[in-house]
């Protein structure tokens, strides 16, 4: 801003215009619930690196933690680089007021945000997009859920498989033991962990799938959801739909604005025998499993 | 000291010189959680073709120094959706409401301009400029014959204010400004993107699925400047100045350089409430320079 007064933004987490103006609408999400964002700066409370290059952050954010739901993203804007970062949310704490992310460095802007400390701001824009399903919209509490996670994929779906606690089952695959993340977050939670390494370092050795198959085979299962590379959502969404099990799976893209105006993360949908071009930002990330054109 | 924001384009009346510039505010919907459309002095809409198109394959933006590239093909649901569905909730919110129109052939862009002429959008933009469709879109803007012949095309089919929107990929933005004034516009809009590419060195693949895309932020933004100078001093239609544009500071120097109002397009992406703290830096620039009327600083920069 330079010599300009910043008349329009303030510090404490909320823009002047979300508080001044009534809301006229809001839009529907997937599973016609409001989806309301804000845009603001927000204190980071914690700060660990889990393993090598991998970040966690805890994020001070009432208004947000009490409307995000697990799958949602939040975008965050670093010092210096046009574009902002989506990051998954990881777990969201509605007591203490505060959501989880947690990141790898993937190249020059995530880098730099690891250089924010405890105590240092962020500037975001959340929750973003649509979650996966939850008792919220209409996934009974009872459901027998299986998470299916790759690499830092396995991050998004701690919050989510955490609502079905022991009913949940977490298949989390990594490429040796040094890179296992949250495996201890997901057992503190009560979920089942069925954790798999490409090396057999630890755990199962090779991929997420054979355990997909045998937990499905072994008792009945409602809900697969799944986050991870492109080939793996590949494979884990032929597995349900053999075993004729929903599936929603949380897609990634280059992305814009975040927010559905840009139209640049398009991923292509099937829905009612047709095909469409809709926005990882504003349908997405998550989607249902059978409809993701991989 | 009462300060007045309006700006008069192509004699329609903006309440402030700050518009969504087309392609990041898809049709106005996108951030009204964070505050009303009618803060906006217009908003230019996501270019519209005659029917929907799905756009380019993804990755379609990839990051650059202060900037990006971006190559989405004109993704849009049709002109009939938009008359539909947007036009009526973007009137009840918005402002000045500016149909931004694409096409493969001289006879798309009139036909859309005629389907538009009967609604209640207040101005038409055509987009002669598109860097990233395969037809149509920039190969009209690239020659002055291009772009007269769809200017007269859209001028005989409407009597809405018409707004031409240029290519910076040209070798003289001046003389395609002139031929689509004498071709009938009452406005000129510029730039669009600068024809760009980025590769990922470790895969040997260009980033954007399309390999090029087109350039916009900051690091455009002194081109834009200069072009907007340029074409301002040469016709005698409004013109109205974007590319790059971060800041109030950016504002008022493209104000300086000629421009009635001002687009924001990429400072959007980057900041959701940029289009607002530039408003607030504009009167704060108006306040500490004694300005009454922001409209007063229109071409105003002395040139050595």
């Known amino acids: 801003m330079g010599v300009f007064a910043e008349k329009t933004s303030n510090t404490t987490g909320r823009c002047v215009p979300c508080r001044k103006i009534p809301l006229r609408y809001r839009k529907l999400g997937r599973h016609g619930i409001e989806i309301m964002y804000r845009c603001g700066t927000y204190h980071i409370i914690e700060k660990t690196a889990i393993s090598a290059g991998v970040y966690s952050y805890g994020i001070h954010c009432p208004e947000i933690a009490e409307e995000a739901k697990p799958g949602q993203f939040v975008h965050i804007k670093v010092e210096g680089f046009t574009l902002r970062r989506p990051i998954s949310i990881c777990d969201i704490n509605r007591k203490n007021g505060s959501i989880r992310i947690v990141f790898e460095i993937r190249g020059h802007g995530t880098a730099k945000l690891t250089d924010s400390n405890v105590g240092d701001s962020i500037d975001m824009i959340a929750p973003l997009g649509n979650g996966f399903s939850s008792p919220q919209s209409g996934l009974a509490q009872s459901s027998r859920v299986i998470t299916v996670g790759g690499g830092i994929g396995v991050a998004p779906l701690l919050g989510a498989a955490k609502v079905f606690r022991e009913n949940a089952t977490a298949i989390l695959g990594f490429r040796s033991y040094d890179k296992i993340i949250l495996a201890n977050d997901f057992k503190q939670s009560g979920v089942n962990v069925i954790t798999c390494t490409d090396d057999g370092s630890v755990g199962l050795r090779g991929t997420v799938t054979a355990p997909l198959e045998a937990e499905l085979a072994a008792k009945p299962c409602d809900m697969v959801f799944a986050c991870g590379s492109l080939p793996m959502l590949g494979a884990i969404v032929k597995i349900c739909e053999t075993a004729g099990v929903n599936c929603e799976v949380s897609l990634e893209q280059r992305m814009g604005c975040g927010v559905g105006g840009c139209a640049v993360c398009a991923c292509g949908i099937t829905r009612n025998d047709k095909s469409h071009m809709l926005m990882v930002c504003r349908d997405g990330p998550v989607f249902k499993g059978e409809e993701v054109v991989l | ?304």
């Open chain 2, 1 to 304: 000291m009462k300060r007045d924001l309006t700006v008069k384009v192509a004699g329609v009346t903006f309440p402030n010189p700050v518009i969504a510039a087309s392609g990041v505010y898809g049709f106005g919907e996108c951030y009204t959680d964070l505050y009303p459309l009618s803060l906006m002095g217009g908003v230019s809409c996501k270019g519209m073709t005659l029917h929907k198109r799905d756009g380019n394959t993804p990755p379609r933006i990839a990051e650059t120094s202060s900037g990006m590239l971006n190559s989405v093909g004109l993704q849009n649901p049709g002109v009939d959706t938009f008359i539909n569905t947007h036009l009526p909730r973007l009137k009840r919110d918005g402002n000045v409401i500016i149909a931004n129109i694409a096409g493969e052939t001289v006879a798309d862009y009139a036909e859309i301009a005629k389907l538009l002429d009967s609604t209640d959008v207040d101005m038409l933009e055509v987009n002669i400029s598109c860097p990233n469709v395969k037809k149509g879109g920039a190969a009209w803007g690239v020659t002055a014959e291009g772009a007269a012949s769809v200017t007269k095309a859209v001028r005989a089919v409407t009597k809405k204010p018409l707004m031409v929107k240029l290519t910076p990929n040209v070798t003289d933005i001046v003389e395609i400004a002139k031929a689509a004034e004498s071709a009938g516009a009452d406005a000129i809009s510029l730039i669009n993107t600068l024809l760009g590419m980025r590769i990922d060195i470790r895969t040997k693949r260009p980033i954007l699925r399309n390999n090029v895309g087109g350039l916009s932020g900051p690091a455009v933004f002194p081109v834009a400047l200069r072009m907007v100078w340029q074409v301002a001093g040469a016709v005698k239609i409004d013109v109205v100045g974007m590319g790059g544009i971060n800041s109030a500071e950016d504002a008022v120097e493209m104000m300086l350089a000629g421009a009635k109002a001002v687009q924001i397009g990429t400072a959007i992406i980057s900041d959701p409430l940029a289009p607002l703290k530039i408003i607030g830096g504009l009167e704060h620039y108006m306040d500490t320079n004694g300005i009454k009327r922001i409209a007063d600083i229109t071409g105003t920069a002395r040139p050595w």
